[in-house]
């Protein structure tokens, strides 16, 4: 009878995890978004070093970058004094990042690293594109921009001094507990945790009164 029990209970929720899988995959494919990798792209490369320009200043192009897509994002993009740089500890590399907008289903950030550091990418339901203006950001792959396609994975490699802007549109939740499991359970570093939760939290008051600003 406890067999049977079990058994009901494991069949009721693979039918439920199912069907949020389907609803939630359904959305994404069916929603509109805020923003394109390729918009994104462009802003990010006209801003960038030019091929290892000397004289290149990357919280410069981090300012007209945000510039930018305030101007032509208005009300997605948090404002200069909300934006704060934090450690970001996962897959085994470390880097800095600063969000820009995040929502349910896309999130903008700059994100790099003065160090080198590799390791896991991350297996994302999310798709996301990393446009590279400074340094080297290597994924089995070269060029300008990056794609990480949702549910792939592979080895990453930050060189020192590598910045870039990265776009992800998928299901934003589901990424938080990859970009979070290295703070939780090996650096224990609480106070970024709760700075990363803040941001987010922000970012997505931000959007909530984009969209209730937008009914009226
Ligand atoms: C992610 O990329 C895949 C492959 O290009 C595409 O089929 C899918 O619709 C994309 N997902 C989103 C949410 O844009």
Redo the contacts with the bound molecule.
């Keep these: 009878m406890a067999g049977f029990r079990v058994l009901l209970w494991f069949v009721k929720w693979t039918i439920i995890l199912a069907v949020a899988v389907f609803g939630i995959h359904f959305w ?2 069916t929603k509109g978004y805020v923003f394109s990798a390729q918009s994104i792209s462009t802003i990010a490369q006209k801003h960038n070093d030019g091929g290892k320009d000397r004289s290149y200043d990357v919280r410069k192009a981090f300012h007209k970058i945000h510039q930018d897509l305030s101007k032509k994002y208005p009300g997605h993009i948090l404002a200069a004094k909300d934006l704060q740089w934090v450690f970001m500890n996962a897959g085994g590399w470390m880097g800095a990042m600063c969000l820009l907008h995040a929502s349910l ?1 896309e999130y903008v950030l700059f994100f790099g690293t003065a160090i080198d550091t590799a390791g896991h990418s991350g297996r994302y339901w ?2 996301i594109t990393d446009a590279v203006l400074t340094g080297e950001f290597r994924q089995w792959q070269e060029g300008d921009t990056v794609h990480h ?2 549910g792939e994975v592979t080895a990453v490699n930050f060189k020192a001094g590598t910045w870039m802007v990265e776009y992800g ?2 299901f934003i939740p589901s990424t938080l507990s990859f970009a979070l499991a290295d703070t939780l359970f090996s650096t224990t570093d609480f106070i970024t945790l709760i700075s990363i939760c803040k941001i987010y939290v922000k970012a997505l008051v931000l959007e909530a009164g984009y969209y209730i600003s937008q009914m009226f």
Excluded: E, F, H, Y
């Design positions: 994404l494919s289903t999310a798709n396609t949702w549109r998928g």
